[in-house]
């Protein structure tokens, strides 16, 4: 093996593990990659297939360390892979890819009802303990003329995006309405969230009852009580 100085630059980039590739893109670009960051611009072609090969070996260490024989246990002899491709392909795959396309149209028919999408079924992991978060959401949109014109089918699509990776659920539905509100911009936007979290069912106090609701009321659904009203009424909980 040569040693680290007579190695060419070339040599040495293909022996740097494709993480430390991202994260050094990432640091030069001077932005974020928290748990529940996008960080699909710096991604290159052929990342992603590393970064499964990546996982598998350092999932394989976590299993030895826990003592599992997985050279003589048939159950998890392959676990180490499948457990990298859930997380990179699956349950945190919308860090790792760009959103999906959204195909907007103008106002043409000036709706300006209340419009609301619902329930959409969501799945994400507690960035605390990785441990599910299965719940619902319903979203309320308040049209003006100006306001574009989204297919329902694209609401459920923007959800899964943002709940496909490490999240809080008070941060996820921040980083929904964030999205909806750029993508269609409405006079009025309301989301509503109600998810149970396995970091309290599975383990801890070990409730498996309890769920947490949480919202994000803006433009007209804050300002007007009334159209609050309305939509939460109309929420069939």
């Not at 993480?19 to 640091?27: D, L, N």
């Not at 419009?115 to 978060?133: D, N, Q």
Request: hydrophobic share 40%; glycine share 6%; aromatic share 6%.
């Amino acid at each position: 093996m040569k040693r680290p100085d007579a190695m060419s630059p070339a040599e040495i980039d293909e022996g740097t593990p494709v993480s430390v590739k991202i994260r050094e893109r990432i640091k030069a670009a001077r932005k974020r990659f928290n748990a529940n960051d996008n960080i699909a611009d710096f991604i290159e072609p052929g990342d992603l297939e590393k970064m499964l090969d990546e996982v598998t070996v350092k999932m394989q260490g976590v299993l030895d360390s826990l003592v599992i024989d997985t050279d003589n246990d048939h159950n998890t002899s392959d676990t180490a892979r499948r457990v990298a491709k859930m997380y990179v392909n699956e349950v945190f795959r919308g860090r790792y890819v760009h959103p999906p396309g959204i195909t907007e149209f103008p106002n043409a028919e000036h709706l300006n009802e209340l419009m609301i999408v619902g329930p959409i079924t969501v799945r994400s992991a507690c960035s605390h303990h990785f441990c599910p978060v299965i719940g619902k959401v319903w979203i309320g949109v308040m049209p003006n003329e100006r306001t574009n014109v989204i297919g329902l089918s694209k609401y459920a699509r923007i959800a899964e995006w943002i709940m496909n990776r490490p999240q809080i659920q008070e941060e996820a539905v921040i980083q929904l309405a964030d999205l909806i509100q750029e993508k269609t911009q409405p006079d009025g936007l309301a989301i509503v969230m109600e998810a149970s979290h396995f970091c309290m069912a599975w383990r801890g106090v070990k409730d498996m009852d309890s769920k947490m609701i949480n919202s994000v009321m803006r433009g007209a659904f804050l300002k007007d009580p009334n159209l609050r009203r309305e939509f939460l009424s109309l929420i069939p909980r």
